[in-house]
C-alpha cells in the first residue's frame, strides 16, 4: 500500500538558523556589563559614644560591684555575743 499524500515536503528546520531571532531587533539591546572595581572598599567608621553613657555605664556597673559585696560581706557594728567560759578562752 503506498502513501496517498505527497512525500516531498520541505524540511521547516532545514534553512533556519536557530540562533537567529526575527523580533531581536524589535527588542531592547543589552547592555554590556560593568565589573566592580576591587580596589573600592567601604571603611565604616565607629559609632560615636557619648561621655554621658560610659559615665552611666561605669556608675551602674559600679553600683552592682557594690551591691554584690554588701551580699556577701558582715559588716556588724555590734560584736558578736561570746558568753564569758572558761573553756572557750
Known sequence: M???F???YEDNMSDEDP???EDEEKTAK???VIE???TFAVEMKLPKKSK???ETTLRKTAEEKAA???EVTIDDD???YEPDDEYTR
Open 52 to 54: 554621658f553613657d560610659e
Open 2 to 4: 503506498e502513501c496517498p
Open 30 to 32: 543589552r547592555k554590556e
Open 68 to 70: 554584690k559585696l554588701a
Open 36 to 38: 566592580e572595581d576591587s
Open 19 to 21: 540562533e537567529f531571532d
Open 78 to 80: 555590734e560584736p558578736d
Open 6 to 8: 505527497p512525500l516531498d
